[in-house]
């Protein structure tokens, strides 16, 4: 897996100050898509165990809430293993920060995939820039969901995270 970035001190992409992954590779390519930079699954820096400890080490800080995974698309089918991975690892080693990952995908599509249950929050669904809205919470255009995992399991139906 590819990545071109690490945010260490986010407050645009999930609760609280995060630290962002942006994952290379997306094929959604979403007309007016804001990270155009990120479609190429071959751009940007490996990630690799020093990508890794530099994550970890901006996780550890007290004062970040949690992880967000965006991209590029994190459950693209080259990023999917890698980024479950992660998942468990900062589910193990940090049980009390929030979990947050940025898909094109829809639910009904990546449901099922083992270790998603891990995550607290997905923002699905894929860019559209005829219902692009500014006023929208955490994502860009209206068709978009901003999903609470755990109760949407508990639920058995999609309960949006507000």
Same mark, same amino acid.
């Given at each position: 897996?590819?990545?071109?970035?690490?945010?260490?001190?986010?407050?645009?992409?999930?609760?609280?100050?995060?630290?962002?992954?942006?994952?290379?590779?997306?094929?959604?390519?979403?007309?007016?898509?804001?990270?155009?930079?990120?479609?190429?699954?071959?751009?940007? #820096?490996?990630?690799?165990?020093?990508?890794?400890?530099? #994550?970890?080490?901006?996780?550890?800080? %007290?004062?970040?809430?949690?992880?967000?995974?965006?991209?590029?698309? %994190?459950?693209? %089918?080259?990023?999917?293993?890698?980024?479950? &991975?992660l998942i468990q690892k900062? &589910?193990s080693e940090f049980p009390?920060?929030?979990?947050?990952?940025?898909?094109?995908?829809?639910?009904?599509?990546?449901?099922?995939? =083992?270790? #998603?249950?891990?995550?607290? /929050?997905?923002?699905?669904? &894929?860019?559209?820039?005829?219902? =692009?809205?500014?006023?929208?919470?955490?994502?860009?255009?209206?068709?978009?969901? /901003?999903?609470?995992? =755990? &109760?949407?399991?508990?639920?058995?139906?999609?309960?949006?995270?507000?």
């Amino acid at each position: 897996m590819n990545y071109h970035n690490i945010t260490k001190e986010d407050m645009l992409n999930g609760d609280g100050i995060r630290v962002v992954l942006w994952v290379s590779g997306c094929e959604n390519k979403c007309e007016g898509c804001h990270n155009q930079i990120t479609w190429d699954k071959n751009g940007g #820096l490996p990630f690799d165990k020093a990508a890794e400890d530099e #994550l970890f080490e901006a996780l550890s800080k %007290p004062f970040i809430t949690g992880i967000t995974f965006s991209g590029g698309d %994190p459950m693209m %089918p080259y990023n999917r293993d890698e980024i479950i &991975r992660l998942i468990q690892k900062c &589910r193990s080693e940090f049980p009390n920060k929030t979990i947050w990952l940025y898909t094109g995908l829809l639910w009904d599509d990546i449901k099922d995939i =083992k270790g #998603l249950e891990l995550v607290d /929050v997905v923002a699905e669904g &894929r860019f559209v820039e005829s219902l =692009k809205d500014n006023n929208l919470k955490w994502v860009g255009s209206s068709n978009q969901r /901003v999903i609470d995992v =755990k &109760r949407t399991l508990e639920a058995g139906s999609i309960v949006l995270h507000c």
